[in-house]
């Protein structure tokens, strides 16, 4: 069971781009809650083209997959403009046909971009970070931020541990998992010749085995999170670099930037 260890921690704490890896955790995590605040801050329209030059270069600069801005861009029309068009489609239409003023939506166009906008920036700039940051770094600057909560009892390494062992199972075994609910579900739902009853038998049938299968899994993770010593599945260190210093010069010209802009100069 170590050996898996082992190999599975090579393997997720390399980042997907190794230049990433050079800008120190704590530094990218609080340019990363800036850039998610300032959105809320900016009022004039070019600030927000600025802001978005910015991460259009940040983009480039980590040399993020198109594969995964992809992903990320469906899944945030997915769970947020989705729901958010839905519902304000829903308000116009229940005003148009009551014309009562309590479905009534009293925010312009620009308001409603720049909701989603702010959005936008929150959902991007965590897609970027987690996406540049090996995973043994973030958890382990979890384990120093929450240091307070240590003072006064809470077992955060344990806690963390039990993370860290879930995040390497499902490191080790995610494409084989995917790989035998996609085949049984082909096996299940057939061709169209196959009844609607029998689908929905086999349907369930695959989700009762996934949970059976959880459930041995648990047991696994059980036994990593006793075995496993915390030093060995995540650690972070400060540490500054020159493109720590090139990235923090970058954002302080950007700030002074907007706050001209902002300000009329």
């Not at 009844?195 to 049938?205: A, D, M």
């Not at 010593?229 to 907007?258: G, H, Q, T």
């Amino acid at each position: 069971m170590s050996d898996n260890i082992t190999l599975t921690k090579t393997d997720i704490n390399t980042p997907k781009n190794s230049k990433s890896m050079d800008i120190d955790g704590l530094i990218k995590f609080i340019l990363a809650i800036v850039l998610a605040i300032m959105p809320f801050l900016l009022e004039k329209q070019i600030s927000l083209g600025i802001l978005s030059v910015y991460l259009l270069i940040a983009t480039l600069v980590t040399r993020i997959k198109f594969r995964t801005l992809l992903i990320s861009t469906a899944s945030y029309c997915i769970i947020v403009l989705v729901p958010y068009l839905f519902g304000y489609l829903m308000s116009e239409l229940l005003y148009l046909f009551t014309n009562n003023e309590l479905f009534a939506y009293n925010q312009g166009s620009y308001e409603v971009f720049l909701r989603l906008f702010r959005l936008l920036v929150i959902w991007y700039v965590s897609i970027l970070y987690f996406h540049t940051t090996p995973m043994k770094t973030v958890i382990g600057l979890l384990d120093k931020l929450f240091f307070p909560l240590k003072l006064i009892g809470v077992p955060i390494k344990d806690y963390l541990k039990i993370v860290m062992c879930i995040v390497l199972d499902l490191k080790e075994k995610g494409s084989e998992i995917k790989n035998s609910f996609i085949e049984s579900a082909r096996s299940a739902l057939g061709g169209n010749k196959i009844k609607l009853k029998t689908k929905i038998k086999g349907i369930s049938h695959i989700i009762v085995s996934l949970l059976v299968n959880s459930f041995e899994k648990i047991n696994e993770i059980e036994s990593l999170v006793e075995n496993v010593n915390p030093d060995e599945l995540y650690n972070y260190k400060f540490k500054i670099s020159i493109r720590d210093i090139v990235v923090v010069l970058s954002f302080i010209i950007l700030i002074s930037a907007l706050l001209m802009v902002e300000k009329g100069y």
